[in-house]
């Protein structure tokens, strides 16, 4: 621990500096820089902002921990702050005064993320942190992270290990009864703090309550798996995770509660008494239970944020799909024709010698590819609700909307229902015996045949007709309305830069492949054109007007011409990060125009992925390039005024000094 922080690391006034969390994690990353710790601050804080992004990192106590895995990284680090305000860290008990920075290499060993998981547990001890509210310099509040109340990092750890339940109670002191014994898992995304501060967090509240536990943290370097005996023993489960329970069959037929990471640390007592609870109903939940990860897990998550989760799930699933059957689908008419979807079964009829063999080949592997689309989707949001075992009812739906036409929207609504009846199923209280079938046998018949009769005799017919008149609606698209389209689209496809908007977008473009018509393959073209303007006009605008942006970020832009014109609106995910507010409305304006102008020129698109490199297989190709063009153009010159004017904002030492420091370094977005 004592390589990890040192004086120079601590501020015990970050007040002076930040009043934002970003503007705290920079404020700590750059005394890291100037240490050699981090090499690229903009690059870093990108990775800070990412895993910000994935779950707020305050924690009950006026604490925050922002906390990354970095390629920027160069050794363990990690950095401390003091706020007398307090900054907002997203815990719900208000701001927080303590403010913890770490980092670790992408590669960091197993021996250094013990040492960051003893701080983890040391600030559950409201010891410690109380002597570093009380603590009067940046070297004594080191040497107490150092030395964490008096140890060193390595003998806290090994404290923390030796406090852990491994057993019985000793034999002078045997209990009056046998003891209720749980075994949990823990896990957040980076496997750094809140994995082993909610370990400490159950420890503490099951000493409290007189019941053994074992804490298996799944951190991302890796697990020790929990001994089979003490698995065989336990009474109970606590998953308390925000990234996948790996080998999760290990815990089938025993009572469980599932919940995300932070709910471990902030009320484990609750979550004891809940699964002792769930043990005496006879409840067991371990094999089906849903996971957090795809369902949003805490309880204080709303329906509308679940829902979302659902159906991203089904969407990041059924994309791979997309990619390889589009493309081969759009490679065979490119070879072979526009007649090439009338070519015989290559199993019946194939002349190694000739190129339309060929492109019949590939057409058809895409269109086999292609045919999962819909099964995937509802099978894997269905696995987002309930976990494997809405995967059969999910597949099975998604199948019955293919059969009768109900397409894209069928998939939608088979997903659900397939899920919902799996979580139903789960709530019934099974007998013992019935346990160890439940997820191979019976949850996967009932739910199968239950999603099937829906399908095909209650509402599988009328999503079909309604799909019908999208289509219809779609195919008769002209004038106004088309451009009024293509600008929604547009704005979707750039407000969140390959986020959950985007994907909805895209899904609805590619959803109208599966049957496609001239309107669906408009709204193709539009969705495409539009998500390339986003990488593209930050690659132009860092070319043009270098000195508005850092070294890093015109480093990205090299690389972002590439991504833009393979259509990878990810591209300028590192410009937005650095400056949202300027960069996400110029990509949204240039978006809307884009898409705009591809509706009303009347391009098509049947491959759904490609960029540039399809261009040969869209209609109206010259126009089509013309609408990308513009659109990058308005994104280019809006985000050169918005930074322009940023930059030329009256500073204490001047604009000249002002333009030579921002050269250097992008200031935290406002």
Same mark, same amino acid.
């Given at each position: 621990?004592?390589?990890?922080i040192?004086?120079e690391?601590v501020?015990?006034e970050?007040d002076r ?5 970003e503007a705290?994690?920079?404020?700590l990353?750059e005394?890291?820089?100037s240490?050699g710790?981090?090499?690229d601050?903009?690059g ?5 902002a990412a895993?910000e992004?994935q779950?707020p ?22 950095a401390?702050g003091?706020?007398?305000?307090g900054i ?8 927080a ?26 600030l559950?001890?409201e010891e410690?942190?109380?002597a570093l509210?009380?603590?009067t310099d940046a070297e004594s ?5 150092t ?7 390595g ?14 109670q000793p034999?002078?002191d045997?209990?009056s ?5 749980i075994?949990?898992?823990?896990s957040?995304?980076?496997g750094i703090?809140?994995?082993y501060?909610a ?6 509240a099951?000493?409290?309550a ?5 804490v ?13 005996a003490?698995?065989?023993a ?10 996948p ?8 037929g025993?009572?469980t509660?599932?919940?995300g990471?932070?709910?471990g ?7 004891i008494a809940?699964?002792r609870?769930?043990?005496a109903?006879?409840e067991?939940t371990?094999?089906?239970?849903p996971?957090p990860?795809d ?11 679940k829902l979302?989760?659902?159906l ?9 799909f ?7 689908i759009a ?7 526009w007649?090439?979807?009338k070519?015989?079964?290559v ?5 190694w ?7 019949a ?5 895409g269109?086999?590819a292609?045919?999962f689309l819909v099964?995937? !989707?509802? +099978?894997y949001i $269905?696995y987002?609700?309930?976990d494997?075992p /809405? @995967?059969?009812?999910? %597949?099975?739906g =998604?199948?019955v909307a293919?059969?009768i ?12 229902i ?7 199923i789960q ?5 013992t ?10 949850i996967p018949?009932i ?11 209650v509402i599988?017919k009328p999503?079909a007709s309604?799909q019908?008149?999208?289509t219809?609606?779609?195919e008769? !698209?002209? +004038?106004a309305? $088309?451009?009024?389209?293509g600008v929604?689209l /547009? @704005?979707?496809?750039c %407000?969140d830069l =390959? ?21 669906s ?5 539009a969705?495409m ?7 593209l ?5 860092t070319?043009?007007r ?5 070294k890093?970020?015109?480093?990205n ?17 590192p410009?937005a990060?650095?400056?949202?507010l ?7 304006? /240039?978006g809307?125009?884009t ?6 020129f009347g391009c098509?698109?049947?491959?759904p992925?490609g960029?540039?490199?399809v ?6 190709p010259?126009?089509y390039l013309?609408?990308i063009l ?5 994104s ?7 930074k ?12 000249k000094?002002?333009e030579a420091v ?6 935290a977005?406002v």
């Amino acid at each position: 621990m004592s390589e990890m922080i040192t004086a120079e690391l601590v501020d015990l006034e970050i007040d002076r500096s930040a009043g934002t969390k970003e503007a705290a994690a920079r404020a700590l990353a750059e005394r890291m820089v100037s240490l050699g710790r981090v090499t690229d601050l903009d690059g870093f804080l990108a990775d800070v902002a990412a895993r910000e992004a994935q779950m707020p990192t305050g924690l009950d106590g006026g604490i925050g921990i922002p906390h990354c895995r970095s390629a920027h990284v160069t050794e363990p680090t990690l950095a401390f702050g003091r706020s007398a305000d307090g900054i907002d860290f997203g815990a719900p008990d208000g701001p927080a005064d303590l403010i913890f920075l770490i980092a670790a290499p992408a590669g960091a060993d197993d021996a250094h993320l013990t040492i960051l998981s003893s701080l983890a547990r040391q600030l559950m001890d409201e010891e410690f942190t109380s002597a570093l509210r009380s603590a009067t310099d940046a070297e004594s509040a080191a040497a107490l992270i150092t030395g964490g109340n008096g140890r060193t990092g390595g003998e806290a750890a090994a404290g923390s290990a030796a406090e852990e339940p491994t057993g019985p109670q000793p034999e002078d002191d045997p209990p009056s009864a046998e003891p209720f014994r749980i075994v949990a898992v823990t896990s957040c995304p980076t496997g750094i703090a809140h994995t082993y501060m909610a370990a400490e967090s159950l420890e503490s509240a099951a000493r409290e309550a007189g019941v053994e536990i074992t804490v298996e943290t799944q951190g991302s370097a890796g697990f020790t798996r929990l001994d089979p005996a003490v698995l065989a023993a336990a009474d109970a489960v606590i998953f308390a995770h925000d990234v996948p329970v790996r080998e999760k069959d290990r815990f089938a037929g025993k009572p469980t509660v599932d919940v995300g990471v932070k709910a471990g640390i902030s009320r484990p007592a609750e979550l004891i008494a809940e699964v002792r609870a769930k043990a005496a109903r006879g409840e067991a939940t371990a094999d089906v239970g849903p996971s957090p990860v795809d369902n949003a897990g805490d309880s204080g998550d709303g329906y509308g944020t679940k829902l979302r989760k659902w159906l991203m799930s089904g969407v990041s699933y059924m994309v791979p799909f997309v990619a390889a059957g589009g493309l081969l689908i759009a490679l065979g008419f490119a070879i072979g024709g526009w007649k090439i979807d009338k070519a015989p079964s290559v199993a019946e009829h194939f002349v190694w010698t000739d190129t339309t063999s060929w492109a019949a080949l590939l057409f058809q592997i895409g269109g086999l590819a292609f045919a999962f689309l819909v099964p995937v !989707l509802a +099978g894997y949001i $269905a696995y987002g609700m309930a976990d494997r075992p /809405g @995967l059969v009812p999910g %597949f099975v739906g =998604g199948s019955v909307a293919v059969t009768i036409n109900a397409g894209f929207l069928g998939g939608l609504a088979a997903g659900l229902i397939a899920g919902a009846v799996v979580m139903g199923i789960q709530r019934v209280k099974i007998p013992t015996v019935l346990r160890g079938i439940m997820p191979v046998v019976v949850i996967p018949l009932i739910s199968s045949a239950v999603v099937g009769f829906l399908m095909f005799l209650v509402i599988g017919k009328p999503i079909a007709s309604l799909q019908s008149a999208l289509t219809d609606w779609l195919e008769g !698209l002209s +004038g106004a309305n $088309a451009i009024i389209l293509g600008v929604i689209l /547009g @704005l979707m496809m750039c %407000f969140d830069l =390959g986020g959950p908007l985007n994907k909805v977008a895209y899904a609805f473009a590619v959803g109208g492949l599966a049957n496609p018509t001239e309107g669906s393959l408009k709204v193709m073209a539009a969705v495409m054109a539009a998500g390339m303007v986003p990488p593209l006009a930050m690659a132009l605008a860092t070319t043009v007007r270098g000195r508005l942006f850092t070294k890093t970020e015109r480093e990205n832009g090299k690389a972002a011409w590439f991504l833009g014109a393979s259509f990878i609106t990810e591209g300028a995910i590192p410009f937005a990060a650095a400056d949202p507010l300027r960069v996400i409305p110029a990509s949204m304006a /240039g978006g809307a125009v884009t898409g705009a102008l591809s509706m009303a020129f009347g391009c098509t698109l049947r491959a759904p992925h490609g960029g540039i490199f399809v261009v040969p297989l869209i209609g109206q190709p010259l126009l089509y390039l013309v609408a990308i063009l513009a659109g990058v153009g308005v994104s280019t010159v809006s985000v050169i005024l918005l930074k322009g004017a940023r930059k030329q904002a009256p500073s204490e030492s001047g604009a000249k000094a002002e333009e030579a420091v921002t050269e250097e370094r992008v200031p935290a977005a406002v």
